[in-house]
């Protein structure tokens, strides 16, 4: 395991890390949630746009995966509403959905959870890891168009986010499957469709044959 990207990749790891960041400037919504997965820095990331006056209220979504259960034992929206009360955020101010198993289910349980607190909102600022914006955004227009919606992560510098997971062919290996899911779901319903320029699709393509493919689908020929 290292933390460090093979210098035969780094240029295809930029451009997919390049790709997935929807680059959309922040501003004040009525809600941030926050997508499960082993990254804490989304509770971080959540916390931060809180105690900035971005949003009133942090609804943090999920279960548990087999890459999350042993850093996060008690699921994994247990586990970031802990770090952000840590980080100041008041109780009063956080929802938590313990059940997604997926992001299409972080979004549709989010809104069910809302509409039980009779909580109704018009935008959110959809948190997540920095290579799952893309594809959290294109889930979220899918499941819920009418939502204003505009993407954040923690904002590090790759090596820097690497560097805090400390595993580089895991990171890569994120990267290639959060692509292929990008190409895949439109077909299957569970996102709108986005642009991936030949450049994306080239550097995915060697990055497969390079052999990053853990966290590849089952499918046939990506839609």
């Known amino acids: 395991m290292t933390s460090t990207i093979p210098a035969a990749h780094r240029g295809d790891v930029e451009i997919l890390w390049n790709y997935h960041d929807m680059h959309h400037p922040l501003r004040p919504a009525d809600i941030a949630i926050g997508l499960g997965s082993h990254d804490l820095g989304v509770a971080t990331c959540a916390a931060d746009l809180y105690h900035r006056g971005l949003v009133p209220r942090i609804v943090f979504t999920g279960a548990n995966a087999p890459t999350t259960v042993e850093r996060f034992p008690r699921g994994e929206a247990v586990h970031y509403r802990e770090h952000a009360l840590d980080n100041g955020v008041p109780d009063t101010a956080i929802l ?10 972080n979004i549709a349980n989010t809104r069910r959870l809302l509409a039980d607190h009779d909580i109704t909102v018009a935008s959110a600022i959809l948190i997540s890891r920095p290579y799952q914006q893309r594809r959290a955004y294109a889930t979220a227009r899918k499941l819920w168009p009418e939502l204003a919606i505009s993407c954040a992560s923690r904002p590090l510098p790759l090596d820097a986010y690497v ?7 895991r990171v890569i290996s994120m990267l290639v499957g959060d692509t292929q899911r990008i190409l895949v779901y439109p077909g299957k319903g569970f996102a709108i469709p986005q642009p991936m320029p030949a450049a994306v699709h080239d550097a995915y393509e060697r990055l497969i044959h390079a052999g990053y493919t853990a966290r590849l689908i089952p499918t046939t020929q990506p839609q």
């Not at 938590?96 to 198993?101: D, G, M, S, V, Y």
């Not at 560097?163 to 062919?169: E, P, R």
């Open 96 to 105: 938590i959905e313990t059940h997604a198993t997926n992001t299409g289910e």
């Open 163 to 169: 560097a805090t997971i400390g595993d580089a062919d």
